[in-house]
């Protein structure tokens, strides 16, 4: 570890890709977060916001044999469901190659157990689905700070409903962004139940 992060955030700014700018990794004392546009897209805050939204919308007596990540960033997400179900088989969808590179550099990634990365679009993987079934299903996916409207589709949840026994959203609720949040989950309730869980600066949805 750098001696200049006992005394301040360590600020390492990564070149634009095809899919995401503004990107940097801020590293202060044992801690790593990944920004896109402002926004945190991996580190303590992602654990903390997955991790409420697992325990509290996920049965504690549930243990998935096969789970999928729709976004992976650096991948604070598969860290979390390594380390609280050890035995399950992640898949992880992402789109830009970019955000695995720095999640092998900067997060420990290839330390990640029985973790499968598919470098895609979620949308292309989840319609090209055809007899796989998900125990559970994380969708974390953003572009930038912004959510791709055809991942808000209800064609695109139904669909993953069809092929996963619990599927959990993950919105941030804060800001410039509780105005599109609150608009997804009306639609959302117009062809599913569901329930959810607030954080600090997020809501996670579970589809029942």
């Not at 897209?41 to 916001?49: H, W």
């Not at 996963?164 to 509780?178: G, K």
Request: hydrophobic residues 45%.
């Amino acid at each position: 570890m750098s001696i200049l992060r006992f005394f301040g955030p360590e600020t390492i700014k990564i070149p634009n890709s095809k899919f995401n700018k503004n990107i940097s990794v801020v590293r202060y004392l044992n801690t790593s977060n990944i920004l896109v546009d402002g926004l945190i897209e991996s580190g303590d805050i992602m654990t903390q916001i997955w991790r409420a939204g697992v325990s509290k919308l996920i049965p504690k007596s549930f243990q998935p044999k096969s789970v999928l990540l729709l976004g992976l960033a650096g991948g604070s997400n598969a860290t979390l469901i390594n380390k609280r179900y050890p035995d399950a088989s992640i898949t992880a969808v992402e789109i830009d190659p970019l955000m695995v590179d720095i999640g092998r550099k900067y997060f420990a990634l290839n330390k990640v157990k029985n973790l499968h990365i598919v470098i895609a679009d979620a949308l292309n993987f989840v319609n090209n689905m055809r007899d796989e079934h998900y125990d559970l299903v994380l969708v974390d996916c953003f572009v930038g700070k912004e959510i791709p409207k055809k991942l808000e589709s209800l064609d695109f949840f139904r669909r993953l409903k069809d092929h996963s026994r619990f599927t959990l959203i993950n919105r941030v609720y804060w800001l410039d962004h509780r105005v599109p949040t609150l608009s997804f989950l009306k639609s959302l309730s117009t062809q599913f139940f569901f329930v959810k869980i607030h954080t600090r600066s997020n809501i996670v949805v579970s589809l029942v």
